[in-house]
């Protein structure tokens, strides 16, 4: 069953990856790329990683989604308001040659790659478990983890000061 499931999540992720790609309409590469995104969560439960399930839904698939949906919605991109250049040659050229480079790269780096099989005498069934993770993150990576909340803390100050409106100042 879990196996099926795999292969199934597997095929639906590459092909919504690749409609984000092909699609013309960005709201539907948005939209793809959203599926796409839960179909990842899907893998993630399937490897026992809830929290990353969960934090990948509600990240990527509820926060930066909606960005790029407010984004391409108040670009207000249409047939009539897009240009109609034509791509060139000389970018297309570059664009297979990054893409092999990239394709060369991917196998160079995993054709050294030793991958385990399922051993039932080493499986730890609860390496991704929100507990575990708690547990590393306040013992080990304690103080990564402070200089990121208060990183994070400048970042919302800066934005608030930033969005404050001055008296006599006009917004847009």
Known sequence: MTESLFYFLSSLTLLCALMVVISKNPVHSVLFLIITF????????????????AVNIIVYAGAIMVLFLFVIMFLNMSKQTESHAKVSALSKIAGVIAGGLLFVVMIAALKDSDIEGYNPDTYNSQVGMVENLGQVLFTEYLLPFELAS???????????????????????
């Open 38 to 53: 839960f179909t990842i969560s899907g893998h993630y439960i399937l490897l026992n990683a809830q929290f990353l399930a």
């Open 150 to 172: 208060v990183l994070f803390l400048v970042a919302m100050v800066g934005a608030v000061m930033l969005g404050k409106k001055e008296t006599g100042e006009r917004h847009f």
